[in-house]
């Protein structure tokens, strides 16, 4: 049968036509069918087990969901100093019939954009959108999970004016990311270090 390859591109194109609703209803699904698996058809997911290689560390990560599938996640994590390259991942995706690989994708952009569908619908659960009143974001870090993150809270929630990135050092990473939440959110978004302690302290209000 076919094989459909992804790649980071592909996946940030197919990502960016979700709108928030729907990431967090995919979301609500997968935790649903995670909270009423039978023990006659239960959750899978078997400890993760480790690959060594040269310069990584390449971790395994299988599951499945009843009702939703089965995926084997690959990460490699870098463990070579200074190695900033970043960490290398792909999800295969299952075929529960026949076994086969039906797809390969790069998990990346995908691993964030989950992690932060699952934080915001748990906020959403404890502040409704439409009747919280968030002004201001202060996120710690620079990466994926930051992006991914503050873009969905924003597009959640609309009364969101402010953001604010703490970050050890105001690099070109830091610069690109603050740009792109600029665009994409349209919100003010400034840098600010995490040493300097009366900016942090006026970030959080404190």
Do not use: W
Not at 67 to 86: E, F, H, M, N, Q
Not at 171 to 181: D, H, K, M, V
């Amino acid at each position: 049968s076919d094989l459909l390859v992804l790649g980071a591109t592909d996946v940030a194109q197919l990502l960016a036509s979700f709108p928030a609703p729907s990431l967090l209803a995919q979301s609500a699904r997968l935790f649903h069918a995670l909270a009423h698996a039978t023990t006659e058809d239960p959750v899978q997911q078997p400890h993760r087990t480790t690959l060594p290689l040269p310069s990584h560390k390449t971790l395994v990560m299988p599951a499945r969901v009843p009702g939703v599938g089965a995926s084997l996640k690959l990460v490699s994590v870098p463990t070579v100093p200074g190695d900033t390259r970043g960490l290398p991942a792909s999800t295969f995706v299952l075929d529960e019939d026949t076994g086969a690989v039906r797809a390969v994708l790069n998990a990346r952009a995908l691993t964030a954009v989950r992690t932060a569908a699952g934080t915001v619908l748990a906020t959403t659960i404890l502040h409704k959108p439409k009747t919280a009143q968030f002004r201001r974001i202060v996120a710690f870090g620079a990466g994926a999970q930051i992006r991914a993150h503050v873009n969905l809270l924003c597009a959640v929630y609309s009364s969101i004016e402010h953001v604010t990135i703490v970050a050890r050092s105001n690099n070109q990473r830091c610069e690109e990311l603050a740009s792109y939440l600029r665009s994409s959110t349209s919100c003010p978004c400034e840098i600010i270090l995490s040493s300097d302690e009366a900016a942090l302290k006026a970030a959080l209000g404190s």
